[in-house]
Nanobody
Framework: QVQLVESGGGLVQAGGSLTLSCAAS????????MGWFRQAPGKEREFVAG????????NYADSVKGRFTISRDNAKNTMYLQMNSLKPEDTAVYFC?????????WGQGTQVTVSS
């Protein structure tokens, strides 16, 4: 059973930056695809970014392309989401997920709030 723990959320002004981290409890997570999702109040959870197990393949939601960067360090069992040029509409609870081929494991989420 893989456990995922997110960190790095907080309050930031529009235009600012934050970096989220997701630490996995098991080395087996290195073989999994990992991703970030978010859920804003009153909205459904949506995909933000994903990265393959080796880190070579990455994909992003159109809404964050050019502003967010996903990466992973398998030696540390950790995935990151660098978020730049943040907008108020990025406000949400951000979740990390892992699995292969589907996202079977989820973290508890970390709150990101962007003030205007």
């Amino acid at each position: 059973q893989v456990q995922l723990v997110e960190s790095g959320g907080g309050l930031v002004q529009a235009g600012g930056s934050l970096t989220l981290s997701c630490a996995a409890s098991e080395r087996t997570a290195r073989t999994y695809r990992m991703g970030w999702f978010r859920q804003a109040p009153g909205k459904e959870r949506e995909f933000v970014a994903g990265v393959s197990w080796g880190g070579a393949n990455r994909n992003y939601a159109d809404s964050v392309k050019g502003r967010f960067t996903i990466s992973r360090d398998n030696a540390k069992n950790t995935m990151y989401l660098q978020m730049n040029s943040l907008k108020p509409e990025d406000t949400a609870v951000y979740f990390c997920a892992a699995g292969q081929p589907s996202y079977d494991y989820w973290g508890q989420g970390t709150q990101v709030t962007v003030s205007s």
